[in-house]
Structure formats: C-alpha cells, structure tokens
C-alpha cells in the first residue's frame, strides 16, 4: 500500500505565494505520474498541474504561469509552487500519484488533502 502526505496549506493574501509537498511512501517500486488537483468551495475536484517521470509537465489553464510543479524521484516528493494566487485558488489541494509496487501492482494513491485560502 501507498500512502501520500501533503504539507505547506495554508492562509495567504492575493498575490502572495505558497509551497506544497507531497511525500509517497510504502512498497513502491516506480512512480509514474504525480500530480496537484483542487475541490474549491462548491466546485468539483479539477486538475491543477502533473509531472511525469521524466519530467514533462501539464498545467490546467487557469494556473499556467503562475504555478510550477515539480519532483524528486530520489525522495519520492512532489512540489506545486504557486505564485500571484487569488482568492479562486482557494481550495483543498490533492496530491495524487500511479505507479507499481515491488508486488507488480499498479497503484493510485490519493493525499488526504492540505487546505490553501486565499484571502485579504
């Protein structure tokens, strides 16, 4: 079983900018694609960026240019750097993250979530 943690939620004014990580851990063997989504208030959960294991990124268009996503696959570690945020950025933000375990199982594992408000 893999488990994901997140950090680095948390209570910013617009414009300013926050770091999230997200750690896996357990019986992994290799982590495909890692990636950000978001539920805002009332919403339902959309991609935010994802990164593959080679490096390529994507990012959802009301992020692109303002969010940066990365990875260690040393550390098993995804980053969402978000810079000029706005009030709509306000959301709880999910880490999800696929792969194989060392079993030969494909996994998908989700975050329990980290909450970023936006706010003046």
């Known amino acids: 079983q893999v488990q994901l943690v997140e950090s680095g939620g948390g209570l910013v004014q617009p414009g300013g900018s926050l770091r999230l990580s997200c750690t896996a851990s357990g019986s992994i063997f290799r982590i495909n694609d890692m990636g950000w989504y978001r539920r805002g208030p009332g919403k339902q959960r959309e991609l935010v960026a994802v990164?593959?294991?080679?490096?390529?990124?994507n990012y959802a268009d009301p992020v692109n240019g303002r969010f940066s996503i990365s990875r260690d696959n040393a550390k098993n570690t995804v980053y969402l750097q978000m810079n000029s945020l706005k009030p709509e950025d306000t959301a709880v933000y999910y880490c999800k993250a696929a792969g194989l375990e060392y079993s030969g199982r494909y996994f998908e594992s989700w975050g329990q979530g980290t909450q970023v408000t936006v706010s003046s």
């Open positions: 990164v593959t294991n080679g490096g390529r990124t």
